[in-house]
């Protein structure tokens, strides 16, 4: 039986991504392999109703799920979730960002992933919340989690693998993603420094942090 994987369409799961693609190279792995992409909002429900077998969903959805040691952990500034000045507004692609903000007290317009990216490089102002955070807590951030409802020891197995392997990207894949979201090779690679996937005791314990601020904010 093969995996139906959630996959976000943003420029922080690209490591994984390629590294799934050379992992695949047999027609029966790669058959035993399907996407479906879309936001992390819709990709959380996805995997909720068992849509998907396995996906990175955002930090405040994955409390009740098997997730691995795999994550999009941000240990100071990301660059790519942002608070602008402004009405209040929530970002609809997001869960965990506009939860964020809220446990942090701040007011303004979310703006995530890579349109925050590109407004920032553009020179864009705002308040990057991953840098709020760790400002006030000394701990990383930690934005989304690889979790599953089926097919564990494979899900595990290759989260495992993926954190011992340094993942080179291809410069013909880095041209076509820039290309496609109007930034540099070399911003890429930059941005790219800035997302960590191991979720080390730090992390763990800013992911606990922040699950407790929120359930208390909520309660």
Known sequence: MGILFGSISYLNLLPFQVYLKRRLRSHAAKASFRYKRNVPSCIN???ARKEVHAAFVSSVASTKLHCTDLGIVAHKAVYSVLLLPGTPQKDPAS??????????GLEGRVLIGDAALKYYLDGGEGIDMARYWYERTKLP???????????????????????????????????????????????????????????????????????????????
């Open 45 to 47: 429900r996805a995997l």
């Open 141 to 219: 951030f930690v934005f989304a989690r690889l979790c599953y409802n089926r097919r564990g020891a494979t899900v595990e197995k290759m989260a495992k693998r993926f954190a011992r392997t340094p993942t080179r990207i291809p410069q013909y894949i880095l041209k076509k993603e820039s290309r496609k979201r109007g930034i540099t090779p070399k911003q890429l690679r930059w941005y790219l420094r800035h997302i960590h996937y191991e979720m080390d005791w730090k992390a763990k314990r800013g992911l606990k942090k922040f699950l407790g601020l929120r359930a208390k904010n909520f309660a």
């Open 95 to 104: 869960a965990t960002s506009n939860r964020l903000a809220e446990v942090l």
